[in-house]
């Protein structure tokens, strides 16, 4: 009984210590970061290293968000911020917009080129992005969208708009049929149906979808880097990259100050649709 | 009847001219540039040259180097994320109490903007300062700090790393979810059996989600052969080269040296990568799908 219960034991000990360093691993960078930008200046080179700063301060913050000058150059952080917000927002609304219209039509009617024309645009998903940097800056110079914020919106909504169709297909196909046939027997025109109907009912799906391209255009980095030329224009993971660049070692809180400031709405929206996002995932890249 | 049949095109017109415009004609252009000398500094390039810009590329003494270091990159990454993605989703699957928390949190490395992921591990790894060689240094694995990011011979393996701390989580819920859909009557027997647990995840868990595990290896190789900002934002393809994967090589070729027909040509040779690649999973898909 006794050598029972001590095995027992032994193996939940070891299976919470296996966690535990799981869990550390997968924590503790982003812990780090969020320590770091709370360390005063001198404190980033103490040698041995500093776990907790003797005196926490938001310093860093505002350094990147008030003052904000490095060699005659100002750091703008909000701006940065705001200019992100600006793109993904817009450019959620169009692929919700447009998404939602093109996966109501692929879920609803039987018309021809109907599975064709979905493969095909799912299977742009495959192609590698940074292969299609060259003709797409080339493009966006020619339109005279270059050194935009629409032209960036225009290319993050292209390549959104695959996965939000798909997706919001298989949440316009999840509402009955039914439910909508009683409401145009009940005088409701298609597109009032649509609109008062269908939609409530796939709301939280087609929401689900929108922080996720949200998210993704809120952390994208080449395209953004290439589009954009003037300062004043540049959105947070391009100016986060400058940091970087700045900075480097010797103010990495700063570069941490910007990073939190970062992550932070995007950790909300995590917390807020985790398990949508799985599920998109899972629709999107594992064809049914 | 005939406006009814009209309607469903008109819903899929906008995504279809967006799609087309920004993504279906660049596929074209890219390799239309690929057969032109464009050079942007230098005005009246980009005319037909037929494969000259290829030779030219394939000659670079840096090709050889970066086409090495991609599949050194593409191999590694996707054999460590899926193993360690096997090891955790297998640990998440059960039901233990400490998984609750683990599943909680667990999808931030993979959420969380690449630029930041590499921020944080740049300043982690710093030979000086950095806290990876601190803790190995007080844990006596080291005598010194190692730059790890500042040796040609290190910094690949560094990266590599990074990439899979990235892409483990999800790889890890996934399977997990996959592991949980093993019938629990096939367990339950083999343990009457007499089955080890170590026999129980070889014999029957492990070949129960091979079709899984197979579709995570292409998806994975994927995530692999895209990834820029992460090397990118750290050594910028250095030291000496010993860095750059062909998306880092196109970028610096196209919008540090301004040649975009080379970077045209890179694009083009990238995508007949990943086209072997899709092909060669899909016949071991096939056998797969026959035994």
Redesign the interface.
């Known amino acids: 009984m006794q050598k029972r219960k001590i095995r027992k034991l032994s193996k939940s000990i070891i299976i919470n210590l296996i966690g535990i360093i799981i869990l550390i691993v997968i924590l503790f960078p982003l812990l780090w970061v969020a320590i770091t930008s709370l360390k005063a200046h001198d404190e980033l080179f103490a040698i041995p290293i500093k776990y907790f700063p003797d005196n926490p301060t938001i310093q860093s913050y505002k350094e990147i968000f008030l003052k904000g000058y490095w060699s005659g150059q100002a750091l703008l952080w909000h701006r940065y911020l705001l200019n992100s917000l600006f793109v993904s927002g817009i450019s959620t609304f169009i692929v919700l917009l447009f998404g939602s219209m093109a996966g109501y039509a692929f879920s609803r009617f039987d018309f021809k080129g109907n599975k064709i024309l979905l493969s095909i645009l799912i299977l742009t998903r495959m192609l590698p992005g940074p292969a299609l940097m060259v003709p797409i800056y080339v493009m966006i110079s020619n339109y005279g969208l270059h050194d935009t914020l629409w032209g960036l919106i225009l290319v993050y909504s292209a390549f959104g708009l695959p996965l939000t169709t798909w997706l919001c297909a298989g949440f316009f196909k999840s509402v009955p049929k039914e439910i909508e046939e009683a409401a145009i027997v009940d005088g409701c025109s298609r597109i009032k149906a649509l609109l008062y109907v269908v939609l409530p009912l796939a709301f939280i799906g087609i929401i689900s979808v929108g922080a996720y391209h949200f998210v993704g255009s809120w952390s994208e980095f080449a395209f953004a880097s290439i589009l954009l030329e003037t300062q004043k224009i540049r959105t947070a993971p391009v100016g986060l990259g400058d940091f970087i660049f700045l900075f480097g070692a010797s103010y990495f809180n700063r570069v941490g100050a910007a990073a939190v400031t970062m992550a932070i709405p995007i950790t909300v929206i995590f917390l807020f649709a985790q398990r949508h996002f799985v599920r998109g995932f899972l629709a999107g890249s594992v064809k049914e | 009847m005939g406006k009814r049949?009209k309607?469903?095109?008109i819903?899929?017109l906008?995504?279809?001219i967006?799609?087309t415009?920004?993504?279906?004609?660049?596929?074209f252009?890219?390799i239309r540039?690929s057969f032109t000398d464009l050079f942007l500094l230098r005005p009246g390039t980009g005319k037909f040259v037929g494969l000259r810009t290829y030779a030219k590329t394939l000659s670079d003494p840096v090709f050889p180097l970066v086409l090495r270091n991609t599949i050194v990159w593409m191999a590694l990454a996707t054999i460590l994320s899926i193993g360690f993605g096997l090891g955790?989703g297998y640990?998440l699957s059960f039901d233990?109490k400490?998984?609750k928390?683990?599943r909680a949190?667990?999808?931030?490395?993979w959420?969380?903007?690449?630029?930041?992921?590499?921020?944080?591990?740049?300043?982690?790894m710093?030979s000086?300062?950095g806290?990876i060689n601190?803790i190995l240094v007080?844990l006596r694995f080291l005598e010194d700090g190692i730059a790890w990011l500042g040796e040609p011979k290190l910094a690949l393996s560094a990266l590599i790393l990074v990439m899979v701390?990235k892409n483990v989580?999800?790889l890890a819920?996934?399977l997990s979810a996959a592991f949980q859909s093993v019938p629990a009557e096939l367990l339950e027997a083999s343990t009457i059996d007499g089955a080890t647990e170590w026999q129980k995840f070889r014999f029957i868990s492990l070949p129960s989600i091979s079709y899984t595990l197979l579709?995570l290896m292409v998806?994975v190789s994927?995530w692999n052969?895209?990834q820029?900002?992460i090397i990118?934002?750290t050594t910028r393809g250095g030291p000496i080269n010993s860095t750059h994967i062909?998306?880092t090589y196109?970028?610096e070729m196209?919008?540090t040296n301004f040649r975009?027909g080379q970077?045209?040509a890179l694009?083009?040779i990238?995508?007949g990568i990943?086209m072997i690649i899709?092909v060669l999973y899909l016949i071991l898909f096939r056998k797969e799908a026959r035994s």
């Open positions: 049949l309607l469903p095109y819903f899929i906008p995504t279809f967006v799609v415009v920004l993504i279906a004609y660049p596929i252009d890219v540039l955790v640990y233990w400490i998984n928390v683990l949190v667990i999808l931030l490395p959420i969380l903007p690449p630029v930041i992921s590499a921020s944080i591990w740049q300043w982690m710093h000086e300062f806290v601190d007080r701390w989580p999800m819920i996934l579709i998806i994927i052969i895209q820029f900002v990118w934002i062909f998306p196109i970028y196209a919008f975009f970077a045209a694009s083009v990238t995508i990943l899709s």
